[in-house]
T-cell receptor, first 112, second 111 residues
Framework: SQTIHQWPATLVQPVGSPLSLECTVE??????LYWYRQAAGRGLQLLFY??????ISSEVPQNLSASRPQDRQFILSSKKLLLSDSGFYLC???????????FGPGTRLTVT | EDQVTQSPEALRLQEGESSSLNCSYT??????LFWYRQDPGKGPEFLFT???AGEEKEKERLKATLTKKESFLHITAPKPEDSATYLC????????????FGQGTTLQVKP
């Protein structure tokens, strides 16, 4: 069966510090991978998606970036965090020819 | 522009009191409508995919239906453990890989 992991589970970072969130998927090959952000009381906003290694599409201009160094690894980064980057970050995967997405447990980021 | 609106925002039910959650959507070329359940502090859990008007899917006390403009999530004889936020999302033909989510309906079932 397929499993998706995210870490860390929670993170408190000062403004201006760097960020690295990691997501890995087990039990499948060549998945599509997605990063979402969920602000308090709001819906999910797609940030990035990837259909293969090194292939990243950005949905929202911001100070975040994403990378996919391996087939089942997706990383969300920032060089300098802003207060507005606080939120719940969710990684998701889907089979390459499917629209059903399966979510990880999420990372709660608080920027202070 | 693709859009999803869920109602009500919050719903309180007594255990055993059946009800429905609504998801209205506007999308060009629907490729799928998805229902998720999200518990506080956790990632959304996939429930159903519906592809065409008239389609229905069931899982335990939940039944999802789809028309050309909206979807309903019917909850029959709910239990306290059904308390969660239910999210609706659509995938349209114009957005590769992108799901458009509604704001969700937070359901509370009291014993």
């Amino acid at each position: 069966s397929q499993t998706i992991h995210q870490w860390p589970a929670t993170l408190v970072q000062p403004v201006g510090s760097p960020l690295s969130l990691e997501c890995t998927v087990e039990g499948t090959s060549n998945p599509n991978l997605y990063w979402y952000r969920q602000a308090a009381g709001r819906g999910l906003q797609l940030l990035f998606y990837s259909v293969g290694i090194g292939q990243i599409s950005s949905e929202v201009p911001q100070n975040l970036s994403a990378s996919r160094p391996q087939d089942r690894q997706f990383i969300l980064s920032s060089k300098k965090l802003l207060l507005s980057d606080s939120g719940f970050y969710l990684c998701a995967w889907s089979y390459s020819l499917s629209y059903e997405q399966y979510f990880g447990p999420g990372t709660r980021l608080t920027v202070t | 522009e693709d859009q999803v609106t869920q109602s009500p925002e919050a719903l309180r039910l007594q255990e055993g009191e059946s009800s429905s959650l609504n998801c209205s959507y506007t999308v060009s070329g629907l490729r799928g409508l998805f229902w998720y359940r999200q518990d506080p502090g956790k990632g959304p859990e996939f429930l159903f995919t519906l592809y065409s008007a008239g389609e229905e899917k069931e899982k335990e006390r939940l039944k999802a239906t789809l028309t050309k403009k909206e979807s309903f999530l019917h909850i029959t004889a709910p239990k306290p453990e059904d308390s969660a936020t239910y999210l609706c999302a659509v995938h349209g033909s114009g957005n590769t890989g992108k799901l458009i989510f509604g704001q969700g309906t937070t359901l509370q079932v009291k014993p």
